[in-house]
């Protein structure tokens, strides 16, 4: 029997896909002595994310995480819905759609200073920098503090992911009161010098009254600039990585820019950024025929069922056309991707400059390392050499 611990093999990190089929293959799967299930069939994955009854609400079965998180990822109706709401106002097809000659020169400017080495360590130097900018600068975050975010960033996206031993747990403590005292700060001063930003938005929506508090509006300030990046840069990595390693596909996106779009589903679906999504019941009930107690983790396999064969024909196959079946990768239902817009907006800008101006790239296979997440996946590290950029 292959157990979901398998997933935390450092060895599989480059490629957990096989084990995934496997798993997939025992799910509806009871875990801990039936106080879990984990599923990964595409039927089953898709009614669990849709199901209401299910809770959100993580942090209540994971101690260490009950006081420390208020974002409205974590949270049930009628919060959810209150917090969301708001936010969502920010998330207009213009806004987003005003972003893009930004990213479009992030992008260039990246390519063009890489040129001079003729080679680029595409994680480091673009995947990461440029969400980050992008998100930072449309919230209100200062671009300088990128260091200090980063660092915070890489333990709280572990908050929630397998394998945590205590030393990390108390880094992670730690990482969370030093970026909560860091947002208080930024939403102080930001209330002295208004600006043209998210922030400043969302402080005028405090101040108006009982919509949103001063704890919500920092939880909610540290959900968009962590949702909106560390998922994001996976994208635009493993893209490129599919990419490169597809050079059929990549000569297809060159040879028509139009099949950008369809390319950024792909590589969502192929190799999703989020792999697990977590839910937990509020009531003793049956989740895909297996009966659980209350305060059960449900765990969803996000990785399993993009590539389940029920939905996607030959699913190891990474095709920039493919039609058919929706991915999974921005989950669904009340908590669907509040930003997958702006994360399809930056890798469609991305896979086309580097599909159409980026002459002769070439992956040196030996650099690429992935992070250790099980959670979130995408390489910390991929040099890909170039002969020139047409900027
Ligand atoms: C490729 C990039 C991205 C991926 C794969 C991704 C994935 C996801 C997933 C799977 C969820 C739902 C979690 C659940 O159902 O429990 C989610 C929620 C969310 N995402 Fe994204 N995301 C991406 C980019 C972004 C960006 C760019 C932003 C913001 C600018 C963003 C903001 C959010 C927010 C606010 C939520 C919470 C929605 C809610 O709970 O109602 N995400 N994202």
Redesign the pocket.
């Known amino acids: 029997m292959t157990t979901l611990a398998a997933l935390q093999d450092p060895g599989l990190r480059a490629d957990p896909y096989p084990l995934y089929h496997l798993l997939r293959e025992q799910t509806p799967m009871p875990i801990n002595d039936g106080a879990a299930v984990v599923v990964g069939r595409y039927a089953d994955a898709q009614r669990v ?1 849709k199901d209401t009854t299910l809770s ?1 609400r993580l942090q209540d079965v994971l101690p260490e995480e009950a006081d420390r998180n208020h ?3 974590l ?1 049930d109706p009628p919060d ?1 819905t209150r917090l ?1 709401r708001l ?1 969502a106002k920010a ?1 207009t097809p213009r806004a987003i759609a005003s972003l893009e000659q930004r990213i479009e020169r992030l992008v260039r400017e990246a390519f063009t200073t890489a040129a001079e080495r003729g080679s680029i360590d595409f994680a480091e130097d673009l995947a990461y920098p440029l ?1 980050v900018t992008v ?1 930072s600068e449309w919230l209100g975050v200062p671009t300088g503090d990128g260091a200090r975010l980063r660092q915070w960033s890489q333990y709280l996206t572990r908050a929630f992911d397998f394998g945590v031993e205590p030393e990390e747990r108390a880094a992670i403590d730690v990482a969370y009161r030093e970026l909560d005292a860091y947002f208080r700060e930024l939403v102080a001063h930001r209330r002295r010098h208004r600006s043209d930003d998210l922030l400043s938005r969302l402080i005028e929506a405090e101040e108006q009254g009982d919509r949103l508090t001063p704890d919500e509006l920092v939880a909610t300030l540290g ?2 600039l962590n ?3 560390e ?2 840069s ?2 635009l990595s493993n893209g490129v990585l599919a990419l490169l390693r597809h050079p059929g596909e990549l000569a297809r996106l060159r040879a028509d820019p139009g099949l950008a779009p369809a390319t950024v589903e792909e590589v ?1 679906r192929f190799d ?3 792999q697990l ?3 937990v019941t509020r009531e003793p009930r049956t989740v895909a025929g297996v009966e659980l107690p209350a305060r059960a983790w449900v765990i969803v396999l ?1 990785g399993a069922a993009n590539r389940d064969p029920v939905h996607f024909p030959d699913p190891d196959r990474f095709s920039v056309d493919r039609a058919g079946a929706p991915h999974l ?12 817009s ?2 399809r907006l ?2 469609r800008v991305l896979f086309r400059e580097f599909a159409t101006r980026v002459r002769n790239p070439e992956l040196d296979p030996e650099s690429v390392r992935y992070r250790r997440h099980v959670n979130l996946r995408g390489p910390e590290s991929m040099v890909v050499g170039f002969d020139s950029f047409d900027g």
Do not use: D, K
């Not at 990768?329 to 997958?340: I, K, M, N, Y």
């Open positions: 994310l959100s974002s409205f990822l949270l959810h969301r936010v998330f969400p998100i959900l968009l949702a909106g990046h998922t994001t996976n994208l969502l999703p950024p989020v999504l977590g839910r996000i990768a921005f989950s669904l239902g009340p908590h669907f991707c509040l930003g997958s702006l994360a930056e890798a």
